[in-house]
């Protein structure tokens, strides 16, 4: 049963990292469309979509299975696992945020530059390359 939640655990892991890293390049572009505009409402509904049918999903699997991994694995001492949880947390965190500027341009509310959203886009690659050293490396 283990190698199977691994199986989706991974897989849920890439599926919210491909949405987390979509998301924020959806909303670069987002900010050159005119608020109302059929583009900037074409743009909503892809992000809505995005968030509720991928992403959402995708972070609840991750956590869920990554529990049950860390449960059956009597990983719950390992130092690396403690670093890595603690990254997943600000990983959420980002998550958290993209919900927020979602809603602010559903709202056509947005007052972020598209120069936010480029370097919001590389906080969870950033993110991503350290947990997944933290996972095959263990480096304590």
Avoid at 65 to 85: N, Q, T, Y
Avoid at 120 to 134: C, F, Q, R
Wanted: proline share 4%; with cysteine; charged share 20%.
């Amino acid at each position: 049963m283990y190698e199977w939640i691994k199986a989706l655990h991974i897989i849920a892991v890439i599926s919210w990292m491909a949405g987390m890293l979509y998301l924020p390049r959806l909303f670069v572009y987002h900010c050159d469309a005119e608020p109302g505009s059929k583009q900037s409402e074409t743009f909503k509904v892809m992000e809505r979509r995005l968030l509720r049918i991928i992403i959402n999903p995708a972070m609840i699997v991750t956590w869920l299975a990554g529990f049950w991994l860390a449960w059956a694995g009597h990983w719950e001492s390992a130092r690396w696992l403690h670093v890595k949880f603690a990254l997943v947390l600000v990983m959420s965190a980002i998550h958290g945020v993209l919900v927020r500027r979602m809603r602010d341009f559903a709202a056509d509310e947005n007052i972020k530059s598209q120069r936010y959203y480029r370097i919001l886009n590389e906080v969870p690659a950033v993110l991503m390359i350290a947990i997944v050293i933290l996972v095959v490396v263990k480096p304590f």
